[in-house]
Structure formats: structure tokens, C-alpha cells
């Protein structure tokens, strides 16, 4: 009987583990109407997620936290970044925003000033079925008007993904939707 308790009690201390989305990227293709598509994989547990981000974006990180960069953009970033669910959510919208000015600061560069809320766009894009919710930014740093949104996905119970999108103010519209358009192009498979 012993030897099947150790077994079994491993099994559940790390089954949450196995569920957690990976950020690492690995090549791979997909084939799509006769034709190897090159994709990145992610693990997910038992599952491999595919996902087409545009082909010239250069990547680096992992883990939980992935970030890519545009080649025909200096100064902008996409990144995917899983974090604590709580953590993830922002805080009611208020007339002066200030409690969501201080929750947006932990995304934005150190010496981000003017912090502004733009916008609010409800469900941009889904993952498996579980919608997102958009949250738009602007602010100056390095003596530049940026801008950036957080799009939100609770994928898990404990765990939410979240997509930053950031560019200077005159890029950010066409960057922002090809983003938002690669996110599409998710798949999860056994």
C-alpha cells in the first residue's frame, strides 16, 4: 500500500506544474492548405499550443514571460507574460483613474510621467474560448509620447496572460493590429 501512496501524493503536488503555459519558444511548422507554415510552439501541460506571430518579429525570454520585438521598430515591444490572476486584474474604473494609474505603473517603463487612460475595448481577441479585456495607455518616457495596451486573458484559475503592446505614439495603431491579429492564430492540440 506504501508504494502507492508516495506515487499518487507526487502526482497531485505537481499536477499544477503540468498545467502551467510555458512561454518558451520552440520552431516548429504547421501545415495549412498543403503548405509548412512556420509557427511558435509552447508547452501547456500534456498540451503544445501553436502560434503564428509575424514572421520578421525577433524573440527573446521564456518561461513566463516572452517578449518580441518589431525589426522596422526601435523604440516598441510585444510582450506575453503570465502572471498571477489577482495581480492581473485592474482595479475598478474611478472618475480620476488614480488607483488604475498606479496599476498600469507596474507595466510602463520606470520613468513613465503623464500617465493618461485612453480606452477601454471589450474582448479584442479570445483564447480557448475565454475572452480578453483591453486596456489602452499613454505616457511620456525618454522625452517621447508612447503608448500601450494590456490586453487580459484568465486563461486558468490562477493564472492570467497578458499581451503589452507598446509603441511610440505615431506606431502604435498599425503595431496594436498586428498584435491583436497574430493572437488569432493561436491553437492548443495533444
Not at 502507492?4 to 503555459?21: D, E, G, K, M, W
Not at 523604440?75 to 480620476?96: C, F, N, Y
Amino acid at each position: 500500500m506504501k508504494s502507492l501512496v508516495l506515487p499518487f501524493l507526487f502526482c497531485i503536488a505537481s499536477a499544477p506544474l503540468l498545467l502551467a503555459l510555458d512561454l518558451t519558444p520552440i520552431s516548429g511548422t504547421r501545415e495549412l492548405e498543403g503548405l509548412a507554415v512556420p509557427v511558435v510552439n509552447f508547452t501547456d501541460g500534456a498540451e503544445k499550443v501553436a502560434w503564428q506571430p509575424p514572421s520578421e518579429w525577433k524573440m527573446s525570454g521564456g518561461g513566463k514571460h516572452l517578449t518580441l520585438y518589431p525589426q522596422e521598430l526601435t523604440q516598441a515591444a510585444v510582450d506575453l507574460e503570465l502572471v498571477d490572476r489577482k495581480a492581473a486584474q485592474p482595479p475598478p474604473l474611478t472618475p480620476d483613474f488614480e488607483d488604475l494609474t498606479k496599476w498600469v505603473k507596474s507595466f510602463l517603463p520606470s520613468d513613465a510621467t503623464e500617465v493618461t487612460y485612453l480606452e477601454e475595448v471589450t474582448c479584442p481577441f479570445s483564447l480557448r474560448n475565454v475572452s480578453s479585456r483591453e486596456l489602452q495607455f499613454s505616457y511620456l518616457s525618454q522625452a517621447s509620447r508612447f503608448s500601450t495596451s494590456i490586453s487580459i486573458v484568465d486563461l486558468y484559475p490562477s493564472d492570467s496572460l497578458l499581451l503589452l503592446v507598446t509603441a511610440q505614439k505615431d506606431d502604435f495603431a498599425a503595431l496594436r493590429r498586428q498584435a491583436i491579429k497574430s493572437m488569432f492564430h493561436w491553437s492548443w492540440e495533444r
